[in-house]
């Protein structure tokens, strides 16, 4: 049998007769590895809690920088020429920057989980015979 990458803990293993893309530890007990991509799954909500916190407190501790977010924000060309010029826009395009890289991040790592749960699905289906 081929070799897999488990979709829950990224263990190569080996293929199993089902064909689900999980090593055999998270195929031992799917209750447990359900859990386990809970709780990965509660990590990246609070993740994105906190980074929308993050954004949120930015955003609005200056009232005259939030005017100007809201006029510029569809803008990428002014968020560049507030790079250069530096100062507080500069600052808010860097922490708008830092949160769209966090929200992207944490969109993969829910994608990931998505296809970790597919799997399970898949193997408990499998184990109680439907499939």
Not at 1 to 7: H, L, N, Q, S
Not at 83 to 112: H, N, P, T, W
Request: hydrophobic share 40%.
């Amino acid at each position: 049998m081929p070799r897999i990458t488990c979709k829950v803990c990224g263990m190569v293993d080996e293929g199993n007769q089902d064909g689900v893309l999980l090593c055999s530890f998270c195929l031992e007990d799917l209750d447990k590895t359900r859990s386990v991509l809970n709780v990965r799954l509660e990590s990246v909500f609070a993740r994105m809690e906190r980074n929308d916190t993050m954004w949120r407190d930015v955003l609005l501790r200056d009232d005259r920088v939030r005017t100007w977010w809201d006029q510029v924000q569809d803008r990428p060309d002014l968020h560049e020429k507030a790079i250069v010029v530096g100062g507080r826009g500069a600052k808010l395009v860097q922490a708008y920057r830092q949160y769209c890289a966090e929200f992207d991040a944490c969109s993969a790592e829910l994608e990931r989980i998505r296809g970790a749960q597919s799997q399970i699905n898949t193997a408990t289906l499998n184990e109680v015979g439907v499939v």
